[in-house]
């Protein structure tokens, strides 16, 4: 599965953007869905993640009540809502594809996921 991530760009603290991931090349539905964050200088962490079905979903602590993974299967598209961002939300978001087992614990490992988009830039300005 190929996918391409959008939707990033400046925001004040504060604000809101929404990321957009948009998966072609196989079946959507058979793949659980995460996003992962790199900022300067740091590894790459997970951000959320969504199962395939049931819609299930994981949030790293740093952004549990701010940001919302979803999904659409029917449009091959997958969704991170940001809001109340902050400046130590700045980063290089990945979208990432996953067939294997959903378990909120393996849907935060890194190693796991198979398929990878470019990556989106995210700056939060203070």
């Known amino acids: 599965v190929q996918l391409q991530a959008s939707g990033g760009g400046l925001v004040q603290a504060g604000g809101s953007l929404r990321l957009s991931c948009l998966a072609s090349g196989r079946t959507f539905s058979n793949y659980n869905m995460g996003w992962f964050r790199q900022a300067p200088g740091k590894e790459r962490e997970f951000v959320a993640s969504?199962?395939?079905?049931?819609?299930?979903?994981k949030y790293a602590d740093s952004v549990k009540g701010r940001f919302t993974i979803s999904r659409d299967n029917a449009k091959n598209m997958v969704y991170l809502q940001m809001d109340s961002l902050k400046p130590e939300d700045t980063a290089i978001y990945y979208c990432?594809?996953?067939?294997?087992?959903?378990?909120?614990?393996?849907?935060?490992?890194?190693?796991?996921?198979?398929?990878w988009g470019q990556g989106t830039l995210v700056t939060v300005s203070s």
């Open positions: 969504i199962s395939r079905s049931i819609g299930n979903t």
């Open positions: 990432t594809a996953d067939d294997g087992v959903w378990s909120t614990v393996r849907s935060t490992r890194e190693l796991l996921y198979d398929h």
